[in-house]
């Protein structure tokens, strides 16, 4: 689907930042209080809550979704986090720099970075890419990141099979998180974060390609997390760490 949205804007106090992304995006700038009942418009953007949030139809009025940058349930709140699960066991413990060549709503990359990673991020979606500056934004007011002077992940916006190709330096690990068909269902939560994704990026046709630059630009490994029911994207890995319903194949140079 291409991104054929609006930029809405409730009050005055949001009105500058609006203007200035709904002339980044191309799009229409709408007020709220006088939206027409149809909408040619599919997705919006709205400054709410303090932060940039991703609204539909339904939640034009109340709600949305925007990058959360605070520990997921049941992750250590210290910094820097201890790396133990099985994203961080496929990264590498000795891993010190780490490309997330397929962002989306940036929660790998934002883990990764609190366990203590140097962190880039790459999105091809201009829409995304305003929610993750968005995101990391807010993430560089966090006192802890504040207290400890972190530079925050670097955000590139673009196709990632050609910035992968133009990298100056080779990164310890880039890290993949396609796209795949979708084949069980979903909770409500992230049926709705992902749908929304899906319907802005459609699937990652291009995935094979994608590993085959991932390959060529890193330094050491290339890290793919996909569901438990697709096929290694690399052929054979060189390890393999199987959760409940997904997996992170290692491929090591």
């Known amino acids: 689907m291409s991104e054929q949205g609006a930029v809405v804007y409730a009050d005055d106090s949001a009105l500058f930042a609006s203007q200035a992304l709904a002339e980044r995006l191309g799009w229409p700038l709408l007020a709220l209080q006088s939206l027409p009942a149809e909408l040619a418009q599919t997705f919006f953007l709205c400054y709410r809550?303090?932060?940039?949030?991703?609204?539909?139809?339904?939640?034009?009025?109340?709600?949305?979704?925007?990058?959360?940058?605070?520990?997921?349930?049941g992750e250590q709140h210290s910094y820097p986090a201890p790396k133990k699960d099985l994203l961080a066991q496929a990264i590498g413990k000795k891993t010190r720099t780490v490309i997330d060549a397929t962002t989306g709503w940036a929660q790998d990359s934002l883990a990764l970075f609190r366990m203590g990673?140097?962190?880039?991020?790459?999105?091809?979606?201009?829409v995304m890419a305003e929610l993750i500056a968005d995101g990391f934004q807010r993430l560089a007011r966090k006192d802890w990141v504040l207290n400890?002077?972190?530079?925050?992940?670097?955000?590139?916006?673009?196709?990632?099979?050609?910035?992968?190709?133009?990298?100056?330096?080779?990164?310890?690990?880039?890290?993949?998180?396609?796209?795949?068909?979708?084949?069980?269902?979903?909770?409500?939560?992230?049926?709705?974060?992902?749908a929304i994704l899906r319907d802005i990026l459609g699937d990652d046709l291009d995935r094979a390609d994608l590993f085959a630059a991932a390959w060529q630009a890193t330094g050491k490994r290339v890290v793919v997390k996909s569901p438990d029911y697709a096929e290694p994207l690399g052929g054979k890995p060189s390890e393999s760490y199987q959760g409940k319903l997904l997996r992170y194949d290692v491929y090591l140079k």
């Open 117 to 126: 990673y140097q962190v880039s991020c790459i999105e091809r979606s201009p």
């Open 148 to 194: 400890r002077q972190l530079q925050t992940p670097e955000l590139m916006v673009g196709n990632a099979i050609d910035l992968l190709a133009s990298l100056s330096e080779k990164p310890d690990c880039i890290y993949l998180d396609p796209m795949f068909p979708v084949k069980r269902k979903q909770t409500a939560a992230t049926r709705k974060s992902m």
């Open 49 to 73: 809550d303090a932060c940039l949030k991703l609204l539909d139809k339904q939640t034009l009025k109340k709600g949305g979704l925007a990058v959360d940058v605070d520990p997921r349930p």
